[in-house]
T-cell receptor
Framework: NAGVTQTPKFQVLKTGQSMTLQCAQDMNHNSMYWYRQDPGMGLRLIYYSASEGTTDKGEVPNGYNVSRLNKREFSLRLESAAPSQTSVYFC??????????????FGPGTRLTVL | GQQLNQSPQSMFIQEGEDVSMNCTSSSIFNTWLWYKQDPGEGPVLLIALYKAGELTSNGRLTAQFGITRKDSFLNISASIPSDVGIYFCAGQLNTGNQFYFGTGTSLTVIP
């Protein structure tokens, strides 16, 4: 059972380049999330999808777009990368359909550097 | 966004010692979670708390949901080297699905 998987594990971009981070879960969870983790700041929510077909902004959505491709997959896109987006990105999923108390399970992370 | 303050920021302890850390907020939460993150990995859920006053154990770990619902505590008894890592608290407000994360407590266990 793989849980939550993320690709790629590492990525280096130049300012202005675009890329998509992929996330998939095999736990039949309804909700999925994208976080970024910066030193000394903990995890901050970028976007989430409370159920298939819906997406909502989190704390720090600017500069990102997301797509809930199906129940399993939730991708994060950087259209024009900036150095401020250098971070470690985590995908997570939870069983609950939006608005309910639930716990989240995390992927291994994508380490992104923007030069 | 919500501010969750974790204390202490870092701890250096001898193997076998007990550890205490806490997480406080100015807002009331209806769920508290505690995660551990090993270097280069994603956070792994340790304990989930759903009711004020709740005390829950997971092996040598014990966590409590504060009575005021604005804080939570994590204790580790008889620490061992594999306890090394960063411990995060996360809280969910009464409404909505978003969890807010603390800034983490870095634990180093000296053999």
């Amino acid at each position: 059972n793989a849980g939550v998987t993320q690709t790629p594990k590492f990525q280096v971009l130049k300012t202005g380049q675009s890329m998509t981070l992929q996330c998939a879960q095999d736990m039949n969870h309804n909700s999925m999330y994208w976080y970024r983790q910066d030193p000394g700041m903990g995890l901050r929510l970028i976007y989430y999808s409370a159920s298939e077909g819906t997406t909502d902004k989190g704390e720090v959505p600017n500069g990102y777009n997301v797509s809930r491709l199906n129940k399993r997959e939730f991708s994060l896109r950087l259209e024009s990368a900036a150095p401020s987006q250098t971070s470690v990105y985590f995908c997570a999923s939870s069983r609950a359909r939006g608005g309910l108390t639930d716990t989240q399970y995390f992927g291994p992370g994508t380490r992104l550097t923007v030069l | 966004g919500q501010q969750l303050n974790q204390s202490p920021q870092s701890m250096f302890i001898q193997e076998g010692e007990d550890v205490s850390m806490n997480c406080t907020s100015s807002s009331i939460f209806n769920t508290w979670l505690w995660y551990k993150q090993d270097p280069g990995e994603g956070p792994v859920l340790l304990i989930a708390l759903y009711k004020a006053g709740e005390l829950t154990s997971n092996g040598r770990l014990t966590a409590q949901f504060g009575i005021t619902r604005k804080d939570s505590f994590l204790n580790i008894s008889a620490s061992i080297p594999s306890d090394v890592g960063i411990y995060f608290c996360a809280g969910q407000l009464n409404t909505g699905n978003q969890f807010y994360f603390g800034t983490g407590t870095s634990l180093t266990v000296i053999p």
